[in-house]
T-cell receptor, first 111, second 116 residues
Framework: DAKTTQPTSMDCAEGRAANLPCNHS???????VYWYRQIHSQGPQYIIH???NNETNEMASLIITEDRKSSTLILPHATLRDTAVYYC????????????FGSGTRLLVRP | GAVVSQHPSWVICKSGTSVKIECRSL??????MFWYRQFPKQSLMLMAT?????????EQGVEKDKFLINHASLTLSTLTVTSAHPEDSSFYIC????????????FGNGTRLTVT
């Protein structure tokens, strides 16, 4: 599975959009981009995933560049409860299903 | 949505004793579950893949005789930390894949183990 690179930390103001980037320049055609987040002392929470089209759900939007070498997770109106570590993971949709977590981005939402 | 329940949420045990952690998929069947461990300020580390009705697959460096995994039903996997030592103190998290080819992994809320 392709390696990802994320900034170590970011911050944004409450109510503003939080844009979390992820580089995955070695991604292959059958690999999906997954985003999870982990709030302190809790298990990871699934946010969104996509292959090549942009995706949106009730939590966030996922924008994948046309060459698929990078993506951005957008939290449109960040709240204090969105403070968490956000993980971008690239993997094939195959039978193994296991996820390998990198270091992620620690997002701090400021009041 | 798919819910994964983990029990207990925290446990304190004495060195040398064994501790069992349960992971249940509440509203779906999970033929495969995964166990992770997380030390403070570190990322999640995959320990093993738990397969219903068969032996677990352990990641390199994880002692299978120390971390016993049983996946006896489609909704329950257990992790037993045998002869626990203080260095086993960690946050243990399980996950299960939802039903459907495109379903993501869903995670439990973790178990904080402290070995004294």
């Amino acid at each position: 599975d392709a390696k990802t690179t994320q900034p170590t930390s970011m911050d944004c103001a409450e109510g503003r959009a939080a844009n979390l980037p992820c580089n995955h320049s070695t991604i292959s055609g059958n690999e999906y981009v997954y985003w999870y987040r982990q709030i302190h002392s809790q298990g990871p929470q699934y946010i969104i995933h996509g292959l090549k089209n942009n995706e949106t759900n009730e939590m966030a939007s996922l924008i994948i560049t046309e060459d698929r070498k990078s993506s951005t997770l957008i939290l449109p109106h960040a709240t204090l409860r969105d403070t968490a570590v956000y993980y971008c993971i690239v993997k094939r949709m195959d039978s193994s299903y296991k996820l390998i977590f990198g270091s992620g981005t620690r997002l701090l939402v400021r009041p | 949505g798919a819910v994964v329940s983990q029990h207990p949420s925290w446990v304190i045990c004495k060195s040398g004793t064994s501790v069992k952690i349960e992971c249940r998929s509440l509203d779906f069947q999970a033929t495969t579950m995964f166990w992770y461990r997380q030390f403070p300020k570190q990322s999640l580390m995959l320990m093993a893949t738990s397969n219903e009705g068969s032996k677990a697959t352990y990641e390199q460096g994880v002692e299978k005789d120390k971390f016993l995994i049983n996946h006896a039903s489609l909704t329950l996997s257990t992790l037993t930390v045998t002869s626990a030592h203080p260095e086993d103190s960690s946050f243990y998290i399980c996950s299960a894949k939802g039903q459907g080819a495109n379903s993501p992994l869903h995670f439990g809320n973790g178990t904080r183990l402290t070995v004294t």
